[in-house]
């Protein structure tokens, strides 16, 4: 009976042991060689860009943290378009053949892409996700604006590291090559990119006695990522069709009429396709299931969007928040107001 | 036909080589990030910290606010700047209107934002704004009302009451207290509220004499009771009036000491330069000299120790009195010194009459300043001791200094209103006659075609110094006349009548007077000194400085330095002969 005890405890301690050391062993593996086996999993990748990976793990993931802000946001901008910045996850890339064709579209996602990775680069810098980088040590002292002058301090955004960083990234494949298309996504590359640092509001914070504006204190901070949105839109709208010049460095306007593009225009070859139709090779998923508004006049109105095929109607009942007022002392109280829409729905290809 | 195909194929399968490898990278991100990562900016609620803020009837707040500060910390250290304006209730709206402005409301359910509404902003402001403006603030230009929504706005709600309350009115900015209002407030706490009790008696703060082993013992009387001794300070002045008086006599005392100072240590360095008849200037502000610092012993002995005696209650201010030295020495600084001086100035008025009206030369007047002397100091020695003799020193209440006539009406008016008088009288007489003549000779002389600049000049001196001396002395005067006047009705009234009554009647000195005097008492002092600010004052010193030097080092250079003494002697003389000829020839002038 005495020995029995004893022999369980043994035994326990020895089985304790030994999945404490398996325990270890496993976190010690992936600790050490764990970015290096996602960098080396990426295929596509070329040397250069691998290496980066494995040196700034943390900016790998900020990255990918910040592709769902900039696709949201080109959806945004097309939503009332026939192409619509879908993705489609079942294919290799995001945004399957469309980009094999050098249109404005892929011009637009390149741009946005490249300024989303600096939107995203820079948001982690100051919020000091990231290590090697921090608030813009250039932001020092004292300086003026309209108001007055002002004193820096805050934490400024270092728009400038982030731009350095992604064009050594993003542009590593292309710089490989020197055809007329690694030219194009140069080119749209870091237009996105100078977009960001186009829109910068100078952001006070005031000290004084009793409210008063005597001394302020400043930062310079990006504007909300839908400005740069907007801004690259209206140059997806004027984007310019060129060539390549005889000599294969740069471009020149496709028409003799139409300006030469600048560093902040979009360039692109060809022209788009009608994206009415589902096809394979340009990229195109149709038009088919997508709602119109039957009284627009615009790019969404049923008969653009359809393409002239048609559209069926349903009835669809939605609620929504109403009437909401303000009591006293303190609540808001919203009415539900119930509304039946008509929702016109585009007719797929027969 | 082939080649061109081939190079279009090979094209294609580049650019889709790349395509591909570049957006496997981004799909293989956006997986590893997985779908769930919110990055949007969502507002986050939190309780409200800030002291001033809790209890307005919401809890929930979010930061940064509107004026970019980071936490409640921040917020708390500016909006607690507003807290004195808060407690004064200039209006009932200013804490919700700025805990809604710092602390912005957070609704789990409402993601717009719900500022305070334009009224609120507007009542706040008009009841607080006036407010702030009599303390050198403006309404802040950040929190103006134009950019609140207005209530009933469907597009932007805001908060506020729903029913109007009736705006407070600005209240009344306290004004200064008045003058009397110290006295009432010391009269009351030193008087429990009492019946007026009308009979007279050594009631306090009056002090009586009980034991008949006391040195004042049927020896004095206030208000015509006897064994009743006034108290150490003036009882009719609060304990504010007697610090300032403090301060006043302080601050004169020192100006006119530094000024006296000056103009006499000018004078012992360049004796030449001051000649009769403007030398008994020199002597009236040595005479300063000493008055101030009797002052200053006052100040720095202290008024009990100066002009009071006994301890705690019976402490009273001194009578007839030839014992304290302090006392005594305080007397005879002030009465021995101020009495010359006054004399002296008697002394400047004569020789300037005769220098003026008799055409007498520098040299003859000084040829009689020993009789000068000899007046100047030996008749206020004689009055001196016989105050002594008389025990009529005694306190002054209000100053602290010791003197004569301050608790006696006829060592008032015997020993100091009527020598002023006199000396005030026969010095105007003598200055009035000189200006007579030198307008005279001055209208003489213009007839003749000579320039009289210099001698205009003599007389704006003269006049400005007449001025300087008589003004404040006929102040002293009329102070003096005033106190001997009222100052039975004043002590009646301590013996005679409670305090509300006293205040209500309005008896008692005249604060303003006392200071008035004591001001005038030494202002002359302090501008007996614009004789000497003049460029040779520069010179006489830097001469001063330069012959004082060079004495220390026993170097040839000496001889050269006596040299040049030698010279200045020889240009000063030069110098001092030249007036005296001037002078000569328009003594026949006159004469013709």
Known sequence: MNFLPNGICFYLSVAICWFSSRVDASWWYMGTLGSQVMCDNIPGLINKQRQLCRQHPKVMQAIGAGIKNWIGECQHQFRTHRWNCNTMAREHNLFGRLLHRSSREAAFVYAISSAGMVYTLTRACSQGELENCSCDPGKKGSSRDAKGAFDWGGCSDHVDHAIKFTQVFIDAKERKERDARALMNLHNNRAGRKAVKRFMNLECKCHGVSGSCNVRTCWLAMADFRQTGDYLRKKYNNAIQVVMNQYGTGFTSAYRMLKRPNKNDLVYFEDSPDYCIWDHESGSVGTGGRVCNRTSRGTDSCEVMCCGRGYDTSRVSRTTKCECKFQWCCAVHCRDCQEEVDVHTCKTQS | ?592
């Not at chain 2, 590893?32 to 002291?51: N, Q, R, W, Y």
Request: glycine content about 6%; aromatic content about 12%.
């Open chain 2, 1 to 592: 036909m082939r080649k061109p195909a081939d190079e279009h194929h090979f094209t294609m399968e580049t650019s889709g080589m790349h395509l591909v490898g570049f957006w496997l990278h981004v799909l293989l991100l956006f997986q590893l990030s997985g779908l769930g990562d919110s990055a949007s900016k969502d507002i986050v609620c939190e309780p409200i910290t800030v002291p001033m803020c809790k209890g307005i009837g919401y809890n929930h707040t979010y930061m940064p606010n509107q004026f970019n500060h980071d936490n409640q910390d921040e917020v708390g250290l500016e909006v607690h700047q507003f807290w004195p304006l808060v407690r004064i209730h200039c209006s009932p709206d200013l804490l919700f209107f700025l805990c809604s402005m710092y602390t912005p409301i957070c609704l789990q359910d409402y993601k717009k934002p719900l500022p305070p509404c334009r009224s609120v902003c507007e009542r706040a402001k008009r009841g607080c704004s006036p407010l702030m403006i009599q303390y050198g603030f403006e309404w802040p230009e950040r929190m103006s009302c134009e950019q609140l929504p207005m209530l009933g706005d469907t597009d932007r709600l805001c908060m506020d009451r729903n029913s109007s309350e009736t705006t407070t009115l600005s209240p009344p900015f306290p004004k200064p207290t008045p003058k009397g209002t110290p006295r009432h407030r010391a009269t009351a706490k030193s008087a429990p509220p009492q019946k007026c009790d009308r009979e007279c008696h050594c009631r306090g703060p009056l002090v009586p004499i009980k034991k008949e082993a006391h040195p004042l013992h049927n020896r004095v009387n206030t208000g015509s009771l006897p064994n009743c001794a006034l108290p150490c300070h003036q009882p009719y002045f609060s304990q504010d009036e007697r610090t300032f008086t403090t301060f006043w006599i302080g601050l004169w005392s020192v100006l006119c000491f530094v000024s006296t100072f000056t103009t006499v240590a000018t004078f012992l360095i360049d004796m030449e330069r001051f000649k009769y008849p403007e030398r008994p200037i020199i002597f009236l502000a040595a005479c300063y000299l000493f008055v101030s610092l009797g002052y200053i012993v006052r100040l720095l002995a202290g008024h009990e120790r100066v002009a009071c005696e006994g301890t705690g209650d019976q402490q009273h201010i001194l009578y007839d009195t030839t014992g304290p030295a302090l006392c005594t020495l305080v007397f005879l600084l002030i009465y021995f010194f101020g009495m010359a001086s006054s004399i002296w100035w008697v002394v400047l008025s004569f020789t300037w009459f005769l220098a003026a009206g008799m055409k007498w030369g520098n040299e003859a007047i000084a040829g009689y300043s020993q009789y000068f002397h000899l007046a100047a100091w030996l008749v206020p020695s004689v009055k001196s001791i016989a105050v002594l003799a008389l025990s009529s020193v005694d306190g002054d209440p209000v100053a602290g200094i010791c003197y004569v006539g301050n608790q006696s009406l006829e060592g008032l008016r015997g020993f100091v209103l009527a020598p002023l008088v006199v000396y005030l009288f026969t010095g105007s007489l003598f200055l009035l006659a000189g200006f007579v003549s030198l307008f005279r000779i001055r209208s003489v002389i213009k007839q003749g075609g000579t320039k009289t600049d210099k001698l205009e000049k003599l007389m704006i001196r003269i006049g400005l110094f007449t001025v300087l001396y008589t003004v404040p002395a006929t102040i002293v005067v009329a102070c003096l006349v005033y106190e001997q006047h009222y100052r039975p009705s004043w002590e009646r009234a301590l013996a005679c009548s409670c305090p509300s009554e006293r205040q209500r009647l309005g008896m008692g000195p005249d604060y303003a007077v006392f200071m008035l005097k004591y001001f005038m008492c030494l202002v002359v002092g302090i501008t007996s000194g614009v004789w000497i600010w003049s460029g040779k004052t520069l010179e006489s010193w830097r001469r001063f400085i330069a012959r004082y030097v060079p004495c220390r080092t026993r170097k040839p250079p000496v001889s050269a330095s006596s040299m040049y003494s030698e010279a200045s002697t020889a240009l000063t003389a030069r110098a001092g002969t030249a007036p005296t000829g001037t002078y000569h020839k328009s003594a026949p002038s006159s004469h013709v």
